[in-house]
T-cell receptor
C-alpha cells in the first residue's frame, strides 16, 4: 500500500485478555518501529526491527509485551493478560533505513482495556 | 540519556502571524532531527528531516533549523493559517542507541 497500515484501528477488551495489533509497513522499508502514546503523554518507544531482527527491545514495558516481524514486512505486537494501564494508542512507523531515514507513521491502534 | 524538550507546550496565535516552535535535546550525538505534525486522533505526519550535517531544511511555509552543538532546533511557520492548528513534535535519532526520542510536543492553535 501507499502508507503504513495498522489494524485494528480500535480495540476494546477486558482486563486479562490477550490482544494482537498488526502493522503493515510501506513496501521496501527495512526498519519498523512501535511506539505507545498514552492520553496526554508523549510517544514512548517500545521496539524497533531492522529486517526481521529486533536489535533493541528495551522499551517493552513488561514481559507481557512481545513483538515479531516476519518476512521483513508485517509486524505483530502482542499484549498478554492486558491491564488497564495498557490503554493507549499504539503507533507503528517504518523507514527505508534505520536511524537516518524519514519515519512514516500509521494512524495507530487505539486500545481500551476495561 | 537523551532527553528532548519542547517549549512552549501550547501556543495560540491569530491567523497570519509568523511563529517559532522550539526543541532542545541534551545529547548532541544524533543522526538526525525530525519535525512531525499530529492532528487529533491521527497518526504523525513527517514535516521536515534534518540530517546531523545539515543546518536547515525548508518546505513551503515551514523552515526548520538545527544547531547540534547547542542542542537546539526551531521550526518556523510563516503566515500561519487555521489549518496549521495541530500538535507539533520533534524527535531526535540518537547515534548512540539508534532510537528516535520524541519531545512532548507543542499544541498550536491558529485563530481565524
Amino acid at each position: 500500500g501507499a502508507g503504513v497500515s495498522q489494524s485494528p484501528s480500535n480495540k476494546v477488551t477486558e482486563k486479562g485478555k490477550d490482544v494482537e495489533l498488526r502493522c503493515d509497513p510501506i513496501s521496501g522499508h527495512t526498519a519498523l518501529y512501535w511506539y505507545r502514546q498514552s492520553l496526554g503523554q508523549g510517544l514512548e518507544f517500545l521496539i524497533y526491527f531492522q529486517g526481521n531482527s529486533a536489535p533493541d527491545k528495551s522499551g517493552l514495558p513488561s514481559d507481557r509485551f512481545s513483538a515479531e516481524r516476519t518476512g521483513g514486512s508485517v509486524s505483530t505486537l502482542t499484549i498478554q493478560r492486558t491491564q488497564q494501564e495498557d490503554s493507549a494508542v499504539y503507533l507503528c512507523a517504518s523507514s527505508l533505513v534505520t536511524t537516518t531515514g524519514e519515519l512514516f507513521f500509521g494512524e495507530g491502534s487505539r486500545l481500551t482495556v476495561l | 540519556k537523551q532527553e528532548v524538550t519542547q517549549i512552549p507546550a501550547a501556543l495560540s496565535v491569530p491567523e497570519g502571524e509568523n511563529l517559532v516552535l522550539n526543541c532542545s535535546f541534551t545529547d548532541s550525538a544524533i543522526y538526525n532531527l525530525q519535525w512531525f505534525r499530529q492532528d487529533p486522533g491521527k497518526g504523525l505526519t513527517s514535516l521536515l528531516l534534518i540530517q546531523s550535517s545539515q543546518r536547515e531544511q525548508t518546505s513551503g511555509r515551514l523552515n526548520a533549523s538545527l544547531d547540534k552543538s547547542s542542542g537546539r532546533s526551531t521550526l518556523y511557520i510563516a503566515a500561519s493559517q487555521p489549518g496549521d492548528s495541530a500538535t507539533y513534535l520533534c524527535a531526535v535519532a540518537s547515534s548512540n542507541t539508534g532510537k528516535l526520542i520524541f519531545g512532548q510536543g507543542t499544541t498550536l492553535q491558529v485563530k481565524p
